[in-house]
């Protein structure tokens, strides 16, 4: 972009969708306050209830920046993409839709593209229609340590948490325990500690990490009704898994189920945390 005009316009665009998101300090004189004052005004990122009373007024500010950042990325190699984390933490596929489905036509007029991190049950039954909404979709399945996945969680782990905290033996049982569930690696990394502590240790040891996926895999078994045990059994003892219904579709959202995909196609697994109780419940 060789215009300096418009490398301006850039730059106070981008800014623009930045303080909105984020929040910035008002320094305007307000007959609210005394000269000089700085007032912080929330970010749309803010919960709900949180957002300023001109939530609306902050929309129309968004949707200009994003207009003009949209008419200033033009060119065979230049291409704006948003990128959008998280919303996997959806369960109902309702909330999803209902959150994205008018800023997608909105930025697709724009030309401007869309990447989202979405919840499991689109993928099935009457909420497929979901993915209609985008041009392709992806499932990313969990980090199946069978193909050699261990080592890359190990190093996850690593980078999280130096030897000094975190036995090897520990690493490694934390890493099959987590059944390649990235959450699921850090959650019970963060409990593990927490068990150390508890017990006046420096280190993460093997008796930290079982207890912690003990914990984990009782808070899996909640809920769970006699049906639901039966096919997550089966599926342990045959690695078949063939959905039928909502209930069945669950057990993968919740992650009681894993999903990988490997050469030979796609296999199923319990989670590790779960797996271990599974024999005791009758």
Request: overall charge negative; aromatic content about 6%.
């Amino acid at each position: 972009m060789e215009d300096p005009d418009d490398r301006l316009r850039l730059r106070e665009a981008s800014g623009m969708v930045r303080r909105m998101a984020n929040g910035w300090f008002d320094d305007e004189p307000d007959y609210r306050h005394d000269p000089g004052d700085y007032l912080w005004i929330d970010g749309m990122l803010s919960p709900p209830s949180e957002l300023p009373a001109a939530a609306s007024d902050n929309v129309k500010m968004v949707v200009d920046a994003v207009r003009d950042l949209a008419s200033l990325a033009t060119g065979p190699a230049v291409r704006l993409v948003l990128i959008v984390d998280s919303l996997d933490r959806l369960i109902e596929p309702e909330l999803f839709r209902a959150g994205i489905e008018q800023d997608i036509r909105f930025l697709r007029a724009l030309g401007i593209g869309f990447v989202i991190a979405g919840p499991i049950r689109v993928l099935f039954g009457a909420e497929r229609e979901v993915t209609q909404l985008f041009d392709d979709w992806q499932y990313l399945g969990d980090i199946d340590a069978g193909a050699g996945g261990t080592s890359f969680l190990i190093d996850v782990l690593r980078r999280r948490a130096g030897d000094e905290i975190l036995a090897e033996d520990a690493a490694a049982g934390i890493a099959a325990r987590s059944g390649g569930v990235m959450r699921d690696l850090v959650m019970l990394t963060r409990s593990s500690a927490q068990e150390a502590y508890l017990r006046g240790l420096d280190q993460i040891d093997r008796a930290c990490v079982a207890a912690s996926a003990d914990a984990y895999g009782r808070q899996l078994l909640l809920g769970l009704d006699p049906r639901s045990i039966e096919v997550l059994k089966r599926v342990k003892a045959t690695g078949v898994f063939a959905p039928t219904n909502d209930q069945d579709i669950a057990l993968l959202a919740t992650r009681r189920l894993l999903q990988y995909q490997r050469k030979d196609g796609t296999h199923y697994a319990v989670h590790p945390c779960l797996s271990d109780l599974l024999d005791s419940v009758v």
